[in-house]
Structures are given as C-alpha cells and as structure tokens.
C-alpha cells in the first residue's frame, strides 16, 4: 500500500499570496506583429474560487501565427511552478485555450490544461515517491499568463484563484481531541442562519494518514455543504498507523457535524478515499440510521489489513471493539476473495445513494474491479437507493482526491507515468470532470 500527504499543511499555510505585479491592472496588452490590433488576453472570470474553471482567449495575434503561452504561480512557501503551451493562431488572429495546443506541457484539448500541468523543479517537502504537491498559499494564489511572438512577449494576464475561507465565503473551525473527541477541521457556509438546511459530508483520507483532506471539505462548505475534514490516525493523540481503527470515532465525528447549524440531519454522508473508502462503505452499511450517504474514491470492497503491513497481518478497523475481517494475504486485491466472504463488505445495508469513482489505470488496487463489486452488490441484492459509478480509463489512483485545477508534479524523469498509475494530466482532468459531477450529486439528496 502506498503513502502520501497532498495538502496535510494547507490549513497552516502562509496567510496571503505573493502579489505578482504586471502591467497596471489585471490585463495587459501590446501592440501585435507589424503594429495592428493590441494582442490582448481575456480571462473569464479573472478572480474565482480554486475549483472554478476559466475560458481564456487570446485576440490581435497575426493570422496563422504561433504563440507560446506560459503559465506561472507560486505556492505557500514561494516556490515557482510554470507550464507552456503553444497554439496556433486563426484566420482572425485569434486563440482559444479550449483548442489542443501544438506542443508544451500537455496534448488534447483541456482549457485548464496550464492549470493542470504547473510543475516545480523546487525540491519540496511534500515531495513523496516522486510527486510534488501544489499547495496555495491560505488566501489566494495568483496564476500569471503570458503570450509570446517569436520569444518577445505581447501580452499577459492575472488570474487570480481564491480560497474560500480567505475571502469569508466560509468559516473553519478546528476540532482537537481534548475538546470535542476527534483531530479535525469543521468547515461552514457563512451566514449559515440565512440558508435552508443542506446535505452534510465527513471527508478523511486514506493510508497517507493525518488531516489531508482539509481542501475538499472547505470547496464542499463554500458550495454550501457544511463538512468535516477528519484525521483518523498520525495525528497527535490518535493511532500511530492504520491499525486497530474504532468505527465508533467516526461516529463521534458524525454526531458533531450534524448538530451543526444549517445541517440537514436527514442528509448526513461520508467521504472516504483510497483506503479510507473502506471506512466509508463501513460505516454506511452498519450505521444506516445515521449515514445516509456514501462517496466512495477509488475504492475497495474489501476491508483489508492494518497498513504498513505486519506479520502475521492484523486488523486495520475494529466494530464494538472488535477486529473486523479482512482479506488475507493470498487474496490481497481480489475484489470477491472466495476465502474471505467475511471479508467483503455488506454494501447492500447502506440506506442512501452512493457515489463512486476509479480509475483504469490505478497502480495501487485495482479500484474499478472493486467498484464493479460493489455495483454487482448492489444490483443483486435490489437495493433500492441509486449509485453513480464514475470511470475513468487513463487515470490513476490520485484521481480519487478530486480537487479540480491544484496540480501535482513527478520528479520521476524517466517514466512519464506515475508509481499510483495514469498521467499527471489524465489524474487532473478526472478530477475535472468529477468534482462538479459531485457536486451535482449532492444537490440531489
């Protein structure tokens, strides 16, 4: 099983962004090849939240001609990251970042595509087994764009992506062990009191351990679902490992976010990814009375052992104080073990829809044979509540995170495929393409 902490110190880090300064306002224009039109970039919207995308279009360029647009930020400890991509001009001098570039970061059409492929060549701390994570600094993060004719640039751009508890859409609070019984982070829609009550998601992570999913539950409040980010173990006070974890702390979790206001206590679900997963679907299946949804990311429907794994292998998750079952070493990845039907997990008991993505390509399980079990499960036992099964062929096992636009880089030069399976680029377009699927989900419940 594999590690790794995307965003553990979002929630830590720097309070304001670097201010990057070009031209006198957001936008800036030059006059074009042999002193026509001004080469002008346009951006919509210019300022918007993370997971927002953006339409850019690049005008008063010569017809036919190829311009090189570069994209460069910086995250929270001022490390510099940039992507490149070159377009060919139409006959009206114009450019669409919705087309497929000629060549740069990446190939197809993607109009985040820049987003997307952000790299650094900074070593960074949050660098593990070959892969940078981009993580913004706590306000906003200012994304410059660039055009170029012939290596002279014509024009740029701000664009400028906002974190939503640094502008007041939404209010975190920080949950501790001492005062509440979990390590966490609750975050709310401002001005909850105006609000009709709204579905309500407890989102935590997978064998990475500690606070990881901080992000996804602060783009969930400012959409306007209150949630929890819950840390399970490898935090202070709680397990060293993913071993021995009780269901019953995640009930402790449940009970606090629904007594939350503007909390629909009717619309509680749980969100669990990659390991975490298992948590999830465990939770709805025997605590339907208070779950009453599931997301599921690139998942198993196995329990399997505690992570790292010991010998001989023990339990990672305990029910009543008891070990629940888990997949034996021989059946390791095998979504129906025939020697541990104890081990698979009743999904047909979860009360409420379920949601789940894989992805084809996935190098640490096999999640979409696991997602097909549980959809199997669901179909023979006549379950009556809906589930949405998300594929995604190219992908790998970091398209589970689902925050859309943040990229992540390999220092791996000498494969362009990551050791969690897929690309950089077909993880993040996933992402892209699951997260307001997500979304819609949730206004459905």
């Not at 619309?267 to 990814?273: E, I, K, Q, R, Y």
Request: net charge negative; charged share 15%.
């Amino acid at each position: 099983m594999w590690r790794f902490r995307p965003f553990r110190l979002t929630r830590f880090a720097a309070a304001a962004a670097t201010v990057l300064v070009v031209g006198s306002g957001t936008a800036c224009s030059s006059t074009g090849s042999g002193g026509g039109s001004p080469v002008r970039i346009v951006a919509s919207p210019s300022v918007a939240l993370l997971d927002t995308p953006v339409s850019t279009t690049i005008s008063g360029l010569p017809a036919g001609g190829q311009a090189t647009v570069t994209a460069t930020t910086h995250d929270y400890q001022d490390r510099v990251w940039s992507s490149t991509a070159t377009f060919r001009a139409d006959a009206q001098g114009r450019i669409s970042l919705s087309e497929s570039p000629t060549g740069g970061s990446y190939r197809g059409r993607d109009p985040m595509g820049l987003f997307e492929t952000l790299t650094t060549n900074y070593p960074a701390a949050e660098n593990v087994a070959g892969i940078s994570f981009f993580i913004p600094a706590r306000e906003a993060f200012h994304v410059v764009l660039r055009a170029s004719l012939n290596g002279q640039v014509v024009a740029d751009t701000i664009i400028t992506r906002q974190h939503p508890v640094g502008i007041g859409d939404v209010v975190e609070k920080n949950q501790t062990l001492a005062a509440t019984g979990i390590y966490g982070a609750l975050f709310l829609p401002a001005h909850v009191s105006a609000r009709p009550p709204a579905p309500a998601v407890l989102v935590f992570g997978g064998s990475e351990g500690g606070l990881t999913s901080s992000m996804q539950a602060e783009l969930l409040a400012a959409h306007g679902y209150p949630a929890l980010a819950l840390a399970y173990f490898e935090e202070p006070g709680l397990p060293p490992s993913l071993h021995d974890i009780p269901l019953e702390y995640f009930l402790t979790a449940l009970k606090l976010l629904v007594a939350q206001p503007g909390v629909d206590p009717a619309h509680l679900l749980v969100w669990g990814d990659s390991r975490g997963s298992e948590a999830a679907l465990l939770l709805g299946a025997h605590f339907p009375q208070l779950v009453h949804g599931v997301i599921a990311t690139v998942p198993s429907s196995v329990v399997n052992a505690g992570f790292p794994p010991t010998d001989p292998f023990t339990a990672a998750w305990t029910l009543a104080g008891h070990p629940l079952p888990f997949a034996p070493r021989a059946d390791l990845g095998q979504p129906d073990p025939l020697d541990a039907a104890d081990a698979i997990i009743p999904v047909e008991q979860i009360r409420g829809p379920v949601f789940v993505v894989c992805a084809g390509q996935d190098r640490v399980w096999d999640s979409c044979p696991f997602t097909d079990a549980i959809a199997r499960r669901f179909t023979a036992n006549h379950v009556d509540y809906p589930i949405t099964v998300l594929r995604y062929p190219t992908a790998g096992h970091l398209a589970g995170i689902l925050l859309p636009y943040l990229p992540f880089t390999s220092t791996q030069a000498a494969t362009p495929t990551l050791t969690t399976g897929g690309t950089e680029l077909s993880d993040k377009q996933a992402e892209a393409d699951a997260w307001p699927k997500l979304l819609d989900f949730l206004a459905h419940q």
